[in-house]
């Protein structure tokens, strides 16, 4: 498995160097409660949600064996994904598998939230990070 963040059509890709143990999606719908002629409760089904998708791991300091990427370290992670964030573009996020050959996620996204700092003292920054999916505007959309 890798994870991928890549911005503006692939002009920066970051690998995530530690692949978290576990990651969340939430894929929802939107539902309304309304009252029938016999004064009934119904659902009736609305909109898609957009997806979010979640985790927490960390960014090594030093090289380890499990690390995907060696390029960066620590901090080096926190404020390459704080530069994405200030660029204010969409990135997309990608997270492969050997078993899906199209991969688990590949979806257009902005970071939603992005929380990190270090806790035992061996320079590892240990972060969670959430994505909301961002839906892109297409050209006719609006004709």
């Not at 992005?114 to 806790?119: A, D, S």
Request: overall charge negative.
């Amino acid at each position: 498995m890798d994870i991928f963040l890549s911005i503006n059509n692939r002009e920066e890709v970051l690998r995530f160097p530690i692949i978290p143990p576990k990651f969340c999606i939430i894929s929802s719908s939107n539902f309304n409660s309304i009252s029938n002629i016999n004064k009934e409760q119904m659902l009736v089904l609305g909109d898609k949600k957009l997806k979010t998708i979640s985790w927490e791991s960390f960014f090594p300091f030093l090289d380890c064996e499990i690390s995907k990427n060696k390029e960066l370290k620590g901090f080096e992670f926190s404020l390459k994904i704080e530069e994405f964030i200030k660029r204010k573009l969409p990135m997309r996020l990608i997270i492969t598998s050997e078993e899906a050959m199209d991969g688990i996620v590949n979806i257009p996204v902005l970071i939603e939230e992005f929380e990190y700092g270090m806790k035992d003292g061996s320079k590892d920054v240990y972060y969670k990070i959430k994505f909301k999916e961002y839906n892109l505007l297409e050209d006719n959309q609006y004709d």
